[in-house]
């Protein structure tokens, strides 16, 4: 059990264009996923925190309107980088919340390249 | 959100030595305590985790410590393998279950 998927698990696109990262469990429900970006040879930085069927929380220093999070269902939360530059690139990283009131299961992670 | 030091940020170790990660949190109020091991383009791997009402526990090779009077724990990696080679996090929750990650520890076991 505890399975996250991602996709894709990578990407190049343009600068400026946007592109949608998504974030599955497989064979559980999430109420609540989180979103994370790590740069090469760095931590984890928690970006938001995506709860179904309302708002996302986001980290301080993270932008909300570039960086939209939707959490319609109980298995699926999107990321949408959008107007992405170069300095988007990274790797992007969403959990889920399973077992208990901390526990979280990772996805694959999707690689962020933009030219 | 909380703060997370780990140390040391790289560590080399004989096959067969022992290897410890140290971790200091600052919110008092933690009580949820996960190492993950996360190798090269891959996902972060939960291996052990501990909770307040605990001082250490252990699963097989590898163990964790925790001091809640000086908020620190510790990841003990005992009999170290080339395989046990990987980047390790610590984390720690604060509030609504929200993680925040140490900076990481490259551990290198050399055969």
């Known amino acids: 059990g505890a399975v996250v998927s991602q996709h894709p698990s990578w990407v190049i696109c343009k600068s400026g264009t946007s592109v949608k990262i998504e974030c599955r469990s497989l064979?559980?429900?999430?109420?609540?996923m989180f979103w994370y970006r790590q740069f090469p040879k760095q931590s984890l930085m928690l970006m938001a925190t995506s709860n179904e069927g309302s708002k996302a929380t986001y980290e301080q220093g993270v932008e909300k309107d570039k960086f939209l999070i939707n959490h319609a269902s109980l298995t699926l939360s999107t990321l949408t980088v959008t107007s992405a530059h170069p300095e988007d690139s990274s790797f992007y990283i969403c959990?889920?919340?399973?077992?208990?009131?901390?526990?979280?299961?990772f996805g694959p992670g999707t690689r962020l390249t933009v030219t | 959100g909380e703060n997370v030091e780990q140390h040391p940020s790289t560590l080399s170790v004989q096959e067969g030595d022992s290897a410890v990660i140290k971790c200091t949190y600052s919110?008092?109020?933690?009580?949820?305590f996960p190492w993950y091991k996360q190798e090269l383009g891959k996902r972060p791997q939960l291996i052990i985790d501990?909770?307040?009402?605990?001082g250490e526990k252990k699963d097989q090779r590898i163990a964790v410590t925790l001091n809640k009077t000086a908020k620190h724990f510790s990841l003990h990696i005992t009999e170290t393998q080339p395989e046990d080679s990987a980047v390790y996090f610590c984390a720690a929750p604060s509030t609504l279950g929200r993680l925040y990650f140490g900076r990481g520890t490259q551990l290198t076991v050399w055969p």
């Open positions: 959990s889920a919340r399973w077992g208990g009131p901390y526990e979280q299961y």
């Open positions: 064979d559980f429900q999430a109420t609540t």
């Open positions: 919110d008092s109020a933690s009580n949820y």
């Open positions: 501990i909770r307040s009402n605990v």
